[in-house]
């Protein structure tokens, strides 16, 4: 079972990026998918979660308005689209299968991480 983010780089602030995480291994059709962060020195912290159908969607105070999550059951892969990038979402960012929420605890599956940073 794995889970592989991509999509991360380097880009100005005010730019955009987007993050795709596909799974292998098994589908993740029934699980909550979110994405996490952790900046340099800091705590993994929650960004956004999708449920397993798509509909429902969770974002922390910081994205809202700039990022959104969304799922293709069918290719089986998560995409976090991010606008208006700020200095201050430079992390690296996992994705996560488990249940629909913000605990790090109720995810299963992680990804490896990729690297955004955001200049400014």
């Known amino acids: 079972v794995q889970l592989q983010a991509c999509g991360g780089g380097l880009v100005q602030a005010g730019g955009s990026l987007r993050l795709s995480c596909a799974a292998s291994?098994?589908?993740?059709?029934?699980?909550?998918m979110g994405w996490f962060r952790q900046a340099p020195g800091k705590e993994r912290e929650f960004v956004a979660a999708?449920?397993?159908?798509?509909?429902?969607?969770y974002y922390t105070d910081s994205v809202k308005g700039r990022f959104t999550i969304s799922r293709d059951n069918a290719k089986n892969t998560v995409y976090l689209q991010m606008n208006s990038l700020k200095p201050e979402d430079t992390a690296v960012y996992y994705c996560?299968?488990?249940?629909?929420?913000?605990?790090?605890?109720?995810?299963?599956?992680w990804g490896q991480g990729t690297l955004v940073t955001v200049s400014s």
């Open positions: 999708v449920n397993w159908s798509g509909t429902n969607t």
């Open positions: 291994g098994r589908t993740f059709s029934r699980d909550a």
């Open positions: 996560a299968a488990g249940r629909y929420g913000r605990i790090l605890d109720e995810y299963d599956y």
